[in-house]
């Protein structure tokens, strides 16, 4: 065992909030991650030291519509609870700490990658998802901000990352890498394609295999850049796996996709931090999501079969 590993610490970082969704649930992921076991997992592993436990202070609806517009609903509260999120991750990097950030929906991502780049201004980002989120106030559906969190790093967006109180530069999309995408909407296909982000989908993983897609990932996502987040949503897996996830897509990974993946990008020892989002305990089957989500994270961070 390296001595990287022998002196992790790490710190968790709880976001109880589902603003960014537009449906409850989410702000209940981290208690339920805790309550299956989370701490234990932890603890379990050689090496590991749990720092510190917080949990963000996040803001309620300010209104019964919330704030916002129909484009980008909750913006004042996803703003607000970015900005703390944001000096609470910075404060973790420069303590030399691994932040690992419990979801929420994918929009506390925007507070991770803005206390992260404050610290790490050449962030590389691999994010797991079904989805690309990278929808703007003009092309989104929904309104929903959790489907532009990284239009939102990227700065294609009108709310732009630096727009967060403490934030670092924006991300670049060279950096980037999207793992498991199966649900696209036409701006975002445009995009991903005009602009040549690195983007795995389902009949990528299938071509190449697991394996070799993590591979690809950790040279993009590592090129000059100071450091790797891991932005990890559970609707990458196929819902049969994780069956409590506010927006599931058939044809996702698979329970042994999904741990070996993670398995592999910790034997790297290139990770530095993690966002583990949008486990609804309320759509749930016997905590079945939960429990996959400690488990996924202990392997992230070094847990091993041998």
């Not at 697991?210 to 993009?220: G, H, T």
């Not at 990890?232 to 506010?246: K, N, R």
Request: hydrophobic share 45%; charged share 20%; glycine share 10%.
């Amino acid at each position: 065992m390296s001595m990287m590993m022998q002196s992790k610490k790490v710190d968790l970082i709880q976001v109880p909030f589902w603003l960014g969704c537009g449906r409850a649930g989410t702000e209940l992921g981290p208690e339920s991650m805790m309550q299956a076991g989370l701490g234990r997992q932890l603890k379990a592993i050689d090496g590991l030291a749990l720092r510190s436990n917080v949990v963000i202070d996040c803001p309620a609806p300010a209104a019964a519509a919330g704030s916002g517009s129909a484009k980008a609903k909750y913006l004042q509260e996803v703003t607000a609870m970015s900005g703390l999120l944001c000096g609470q991750v910075a404060k973790s990097v420069k303590a030399g700490a691994f932040p690992l950030v419990l979801g929420g929906d994918h929009s506390i991502a925007i507070g991770s990658l803005a206390g992260l780049t404050a610290c790490c201004p050449n962030l590389g980002v691999i994010w797991f998802d079904a989805h690309a989120d990278l929808n703007t106030e003009d092309t989104t559906l929904s309104g929903n901000i959790h489907g532009m969190p990284l239009a939102v790093a990227l700065g294609r967006s009108r709310f732009k990352l630096t727009d967060i109180p403490g934030a670092g530069p924006l991300l670049k999309k060279e950096n980037l890498v999207i793992i498991g995408a199966r649900d696209l909407d036409p701006a975002e296909k445009e995009y991903i394609r005009s602009e040549g982000i690195t983007c795995f989908s389902m009949h990528e993983i299938d071509r190449m295999g697991i394996q070799a897609v993590v591979k690809e990932a950790l040279e993009v996502a590592g090129n000059g850049t100071d450091g790797i987040h891991l932005s990890f949503d559970m609707d990458c897996l196929d819902p049969l796996e994780a069956p409590g996830v506010g927006t599931p897509v058939p044809g996702g990974l698979t329970y042994r996709e999904a741990h070996f993946a993670l398995e592999l990008l910790a034997e790297t020892k290139r990770i530095t931090s993690m966002d583990l989002v949008e486990v609804n305990p309320l759509i749930d089957y016997n905590m079945r999501t939960a429990r996959l989500a400690t488990q996924l994270i202990a392997s992230t961070l070094g847990k091993r079969i041998l």
